[in-house]
């Protein structure tokens, strides 16, 4: 397993080792021990997700205001644009945003972790996306960024209008977003 710091340090992007031959492959997408040693703490996943989605799905940038999630993310299918956008005031990167092209053939993963606003752009026909999340969801403390936002200008290498949720479509500005301290 390979790991790399991106922009924002505390996002990581993990590249697995993989055993292929004229059968198929093989790899270990997610080991512990491996993993806690690269954050440098101790953490529990405690729930996995699944999505599908087709062509322009944007899904995001989500978030939650209490019960913050930490996410590691891949794509088991198709092309995703992932994007993380750092809310914690603190932090000397507030404010700032990173992306990643995941896809099923480079079988990268993102560690995205507690206090960003996260969300994907389907950018092949259809995508699978999953991803293991440290803390349960909570519809109650969900908070969502808009996509677009000025303030943010995240590129999103896609051409049109994506397609969104009724919940994104109400989303906050960010300069009107809940932010951790």
């Not at 752009?121 to 403390?141: N, R």
Request: a negative charge; glycine letters at 6%.
């Amino acid at each position: 397993m390979q790991i790399t710091a991106t922009a924002i340090p505390d996002v990581l992007l993990i590249t697995p080792k993989v055993f292929a031959d004229e059968r198929g492959f093989f790899l270990e997408s997610y080991n512990q021990r491996q993993f806690e040693q690269a954050i440098g703490r101790n953490l529990t996943f405690v729930q996995d997700n699944h999505s599908k989605s087709g062509r322009g799905v944007l899904r995001g940038l989500h978030y939650q205001i209490k019960q913050p999630q930490g996410k590691l993310v891949r794509v088991v299918q198709g092309e995703v644009l992932d994007v993380a956008v750092d809310l914690r005031r603190s932090s000397p990167t507030f404010g700032h945003w990173v992306s990643a092209l995941l896809t099923a053939e480079n079988k990268m993963q993102m560690w995205v972790p507690e206090g960003f606003a996260h969300g994907f752009i389907v950018l092949s026909d259809t995508a699978e996306f999953v991803y293991k999340a440290t803390d349960y969801y909570a519809p109650e403390f969900e908070r969502a960024i808009r996509w677009d936002d000025p303030e943010l200008a995240i590129d999103w290498q896609y051409a049109t209008t994506p397609a969104l949720s009724a919940k994104d479509l109400q989303a906050k500005s960010f300069s009107g977003a809940e932010y951790y301290p």
